[in-house]
């Protein structure tokens, strides 16, 4: 490659280029970051290849010229196209290079009055929603995309009505501008980075729920807010561990993020060249969004007899046996349909059906048949399980006439097993579809290892390997100085965030939850919870490899149960069923918080972020949702007990409890039994 052209890319001078043949793309930053700088990757092997769009039938056609587009710059007047094998664009695959803009403007305004006004104002509605929803059976959910969309109008209103005054900040020299200037795609991220953190639930929701509305053992609020804060920021540190690998290599998609990354880049050139379709084409999107919510609201909380309509149980109402078959609430579905959109596009665990691969989605229905239209008839008519009763319930009962377990006495005033009791009540049963599901958590569990030991091994060993050559040699600075692609190449213009950082933290979830446990308030001995750590460290590469590739979150809370139980056990003591919950979500969370994080910091990386400004935002985030997030559980145990601890039955259906029934399932099973 020439030095021409090599220079081009230092000035970013890449765009504004007009040719009737192919569409361009930008390639460049106001930075000074140069390619020279990059260092060669030799282990080609390792890569996947990038594939021929124009030989693929998987990539539909530009709808305005049928061609596939080339890349082009300017040298010395000339036009020179890139080829897919050109240094900055082969190592980026053809998917994200049709979505992330390849130019960046260092210069753009990020952390600004505005970014807080923003946060508070969209975090807290998504954590009082995502919390409520976990103790609900259907829920509708507080999704990104509208914290995306909306932050982006309230944002572009606040730089118009806001005055531009400089504030000095008290007992410093520094200031600040509440309006520096027209609203940023940059602040927009922070802002929707800051919400995925803060809106959303926290798994304290279960120890906390359950150790209070089962057992009556109130665990001070201070307590709960420390254990919630905690147990988040040992994820964002566990996040320190996969970052290196699955966040600088252009091979790994982050489906959600690229996801996200079309949706921004669209909005923001709306906001610098609106016409007369943009504004058209948001009409239509704003009406549609409406009909959306008045779809989601009416289901869920005005008409809940759309969430599941039974052609089976209207054709045969008194018939037990078509009841079964056809209910979409305690029955196999067979037939039914659902008008609650909350239902449909909450599938397992694979979230949102828009931004999940579709060879994805067609393993989660596939689960789906299996479970409901085949291992559930086999069990109720083929003598599948021993014992047919309550078949998808996940509560706990007794055997001779199905009624609920009185778990409460089970429990001696030492914490131990009150074997007098358990004589008296016999052994405890439970539905087959629960016993089934444990079963398919481990295996799926395993499987996930196994799976990214044999597929992903080969790119896993090439990042593992440029780690260990960064480490050897001080001269790089960071570690998008030995990757070649222009996303990394235009990231070398910010610092990145420095390992004491993630360290730090780790300490301060550490010493909480240390001083915690050894004060006795939340239930495991201290030894397992470095158990916890240790298996929460096994897994965020490997879970993470996953997530990156498939959009999947592998659920593994009951195998970390099963794991604390097996623990206890068999050293004796420590015997509440509250403690399963509690190692759970310790280990949970040091998974499902660093997914999080790793998610939302290759977001960063697609919309040039600076990385420690990611590391902020998500920080800032968690600090605001905790709290409320408390603030729910406590008015839901205020108001909403008698319903979720079974006393009496809510009309509606929807404050079950039924995960909270799960895990005091678990915890019996594992802990107490």
Not at 198 to 204: C, D, E, M, S, V
Not at 216 to 235: R, S, T, Y
Not at 285 to 309: A, C, K, N
Not at 349 to 365: A, E, K, Y
């Amino acid at each position: 490659m020439s030095n021409s052209l090599a220079e081009g890319r230092r000035s970013g001078i890449y765009g504004d280029i007009t040719s009737t043949d192919s569409s361009t793309t930008k390639l460049g930053s106001t930075s000074d970051v140069s390619e020279s700088t990059a260092v060669e990757d030799d282990d080609s092997s390792s890569r996947l290849p990038t594939p021929d769009p124009k030989a693929s039938k998987d990539f539909l056609p530009y709808p305005d010229d049928k061609k596939f587009p080339e890349y082009s710059v300017e040298e010395k007047g000339s036009e020179e196209v890139l080829s897919d094998d050109d240094p900055v664009l082969r190592d980026i695959p053809w998917h994200v290079r049709r979505v992330v803009s390849l130019e960046d403007d260092t210069t753009l305004p990020i952390i600004t009055f505005r970014y807080f006004v923003l946060t508070f104002l969209f975090i807290a509605p998504g954590a009082i929603l995502s919390q409520l929803n976990e103790f609900r059976t259907t829920f509708a959910p507080y999704s990104i995309f509208f914290v995306q969309i909306a932050s982006n109008y309230v944002g572009e209103w606040l730089a118009k009505v806001l005055p531009a005054w400089e504030i000095k900040i008290p007992f410093t020299k520094k200031s600040f501008n509440l309006n520096p200037g027209p609203f940023s795609v940059k602040e927009h991220v922070m802002v929707t980075i800051s919400a995925a953190s803060g809106a959303t639930y926290n798994l304290g929701w279960i120890p906390i729920s359950l150790s209070e509305l089962y057992f009556g053992h109130k665990i001070e609020p201070a307590v709960c807010l420390f254990f919630m804060w905690a147990i988040v920021w040992i994820g964002y540190s566990y996040a320190a561990l996969a970052r290196q690998f699955l966040i600088y290599d252009p091979q790994y998609p982050w489906f959600q993020a690229l996801c996200q990354t079309a949706l921004f880049e669209t909005q923001k050139r709306q906001r610098e060249s609106p016409s007369p379709v943009s504004r058209r084409q948001m009409l239509i999107f704003f009406l549609t969004l409406i009909g959306v919510m008045i779809w989601q609201f009416l289901p869920e909380f005005i008409f809940p007899f759309l969430q599941s309509l039974s052609f089976l149980c209207w054709v045969a109402p008194h018939n037990a046996t078509a009841n079964f078959v056809g209910a979409g609430l305690g029955g196999m579905g067979f037939l039914n349909l659902s008008l609650d959109w909350s239902n449909i596009g909450n599938f397992s665990q694979m979230g949102s059906l828009f931004l999940t691969p579709w060879w994805t989605q067609v393993i989660v229905f596939l689960a789906f048949v299996i479970n409901c239209w085949i291992l559930l008839p086999l069990a109720k008519w083929g003598g599948l399980g021993l014992w047919n009763h309550k078949l998808m319930s996940n509560s706990l009962y007794t055997e001779a006439n199905a009624t609920t377990y009185p778990i409460q006495d089970l429990i001696s005033s030492q914490i131990t097993l009150n074997e007098t009791a358990y004589a008296i009540h016999g052994p405890v049963y439970v539905g087959a579809q629960q016993l089934w599901g444990m079963f398919f958590d481990y295996a799926s569990y395993t499987s996930a290892l196994v799976w990214m030991g044999l597929f992903g091994y080969p790119l896993i060993k090439a990042s593992f390997r440029r780690w260990r050559e960064r480490c050897r040699d001080g001269k790089k600075p960071s570690v998008n100085h030995q990757y070649n692609d222009q996303l990394n190449i235009l990231m070398r213009a910010y610092p990145e965030v420095p390992l004491s950082w993630f360290v730090l933290l780790f300490m301060a979830s550490f010493a909480i939850i240390i001083t915690l446990l050894a004060k006795g308030y939340m239930f495991i001995p201290i030894w397992t919870y470095f158990i916890a750590m240790a298996t929460g460290a096994i897994v965020v590469v490997p879970l993470g490899w996953l997530y990156a590739i498939s959009n999947f979150q592998l659920p593994i809370g009951t195998t970390n149960e099963l794991f604390y139980g097996l623990m206890v056990n068999a050293v004796g003591g420590h015997k509440s069923p509250v403690g399963a919950s509690v190692y759970g979500s310790i280990a949970g969370d040091a998974w499902y918080r660093a997914q999080i994080m790793l998610q939302d910091q290759k977001l960063g990386h697609y919309m040039h972020i600076p990385p420690r400004a990611v590391f902020f935002s998500q920080l800032f985030g968690s600090f605001i949702g905790v709290p409320i997030n408390y603030g729910v559980i406590r008015w839901v145990l205020n108001t909403k007990s008698e319903f979720l601890s079974g006393q009496e039955l809510d009309p509606t259906h929807q404050w079950s409890g039924q995960t909270l029934s799960m895990y005091l399932t678990s915890g019996v099973q594992y802990v107490l039994i």
